[in-house]
């Protein structure tokens, strides 16, 4: 972003970077904020960098959590990484809508913290 900056008749040009609180320069859409609203999450795509450390393809992170499905159902923790919801692979948030859009009934996300082995495994429900 480019901003202008008016000091007493002096005026200086910037360029801006704008970055959410986690560093990410994505921009949520509009459809990702209903996603996020519905499970009561901050989410942002994992970057290559980390999966790669972390041994995956990709993956969903959760940022924070608020009240919604995810808190009031589960113990998940933030920071948790998604990889899969009911067995297909997620590594964006292209696939983690596809694969809760419109559905209906019991939910189980797998997935990893980055300092915490092992697997982990969550189920919620998206009744109601």
Do not use: C, W
């Not at 901050?42 to 499905?69: F, H, Q």
């Not at 113990?75 to 292209?94: A, H, L, P, Q, W």
């Amino acid at each position: 972003v480019n901003v202008t900056v008016d000091r007493n008749g002096k005026k200086t040009d910037f360029s801006v970077t704008l970055n959410d609180r986690n560093g990410q320069r994505k921009i949520v859409s509009r459809e990702y904020r209903e996603l996020m609203s519905s499970l009561g999450a901050e989410l942002g795509e994992l970057d290559r960098e980390t999966a790669s450390r972390l041994g995956i393809e990709g993956g969903v992170k959760v940022n924070r959590l608020y009240p919604g499905k995810l808190r009031s159902q589960t113990n998940m923790k933030e920071g948790f990484i998604i990889i899969k919801v009911d067995g297909k692979s997620i590594r964006t948030m292209d696939d983690l809508d596809r694969a809760i859009s419109g559905k209906q009934g019991g939910v189980m996300m797998e997935g990893i913290y980055e300092n915490l082995k092992g697997k982990h495994y969550y189920a919620f429900g998206l009744d109601g």
